[in-house]
């Protein structure tokens, strides 16, 4: 190995780290260190960032106000009691959030509380907000929000733009992080098309999601260490990387 100081490489910042943990499983997570030792393992890492998400978000698991009953399509559920758990675990870790909000099922009222409610609690360490989770995927099989074929970015768009407007109203300057696709074939339509009508509102941030052994060329990989830095890998990760980052910097968003 050869070191060349001369010519440095880009700096990974100290809290580059992340965790995603599926939105069904926070009533079960232990918080705090009396539950478990999820605060103390965050500790270790460093800081970093905490995603709460996932497809239980748009399938299952909705937002329920105090006082309120669950929807008859709701196994788990996300109260006030969970949030203030979660801003309790950011600020004794140091670790940010970013909190996906129910939009398989339309709802944009509940997920306006939601947000101020995360908001309230978390303060500064609410990084961002999700609306949805791989809206590209409602069609999908083992998905199925939608019939095949009838949800399409249009009507995403659309929907976003409401939740935007409910947000704001309650919980104003919170920034929102989009369209959290799929990184598949027509990805990039998404990621531009969401770009360019969303890159001028204040707080935008542009997201994808990209699992390099689960998908073509990569797709059957095994998954493994040996895998995962594989040269293959490293040089399907790095064309992923540059397509996004393509479309960022075209509208001079992070």
């Known amino acids: 190995v050869t070191v060349n100081v001369g010519a440095p490489g880009y ?6 780290l992340g965790l995603a943990l599926e939105t069904d499983t926070i009533a079960r997570t232990g ?4 539950q478990g030792n999820l605060p103390a393992y965050l500790r ?21 106000a105090p006082g309120a009953t669950p929807p008859s399509w709701a ?11 979660i801003a309790k675990l950011a600020a004794e870790t140091g670790w940010k959030v970013i909190l996906d909000v129910t939009l398989g099922h339309y709802a944009p009222g509940a997920a306006a509380n939601e947000v101020a409610a995360a908001s309230q609690a978390l303060g500064n360490n609410l990084l961002a907000v999700e609306i949805g989770n791989e809206p590209d995927q409602f069609t999908a ?3 199925g929000l939608y019939p095949a074929g009838s949800y399409s970015y249009p009507a995403y768009i659309g929907q976003v733009t409401a939740y935007r407007a409910a947000i704001h109203q309650v919980a104003p300057g919170v920034p929102i992080m989009g369209p959290d696709v799929l990184a598949l074939p027509g990805a990039s339509t998404w990621l531009t098309s969401y770009a ?9 941030l542009l997201d994808q999601h990209f699992y390099p052994l689960d998908q073509e060329p990569r797709g059957g990989a095994p998954l493994s260490i040996s895998a995962l830095t594989s040269d293959a ?4 990760e790095s064309a992923q990387l540059n397509s996004m980052a393509a479309i960022a910097h075209a509208y001079g968003l992070p």
Request: no cysteine; net charge negative; hydrophobic share 30%.
């Open 11 to 16: 700096t990974i910042p100290s809290d580059f």
């Open 31 to 34: 918080w705090d260190a009396s």
């Open 44 to 64: 270790s890492l460093g800081s970093g960032v905490l995603r709460i998400g996932g497809t239980s978000t748009d399938l299952n698991t909705p937002w329920v």
């Open 75 to 85: 196994r788990d559920i996300v109260t006030e009691s969970e949030l203030t758990e």
């Open 141 to 143: 099989s083992g998905v």
């Open 196 to 204: 360019q009508s969303e890159h001028a509102i204040p707080g935008t």
């Open 233 to 236: 890998t490293r040089t399907f």
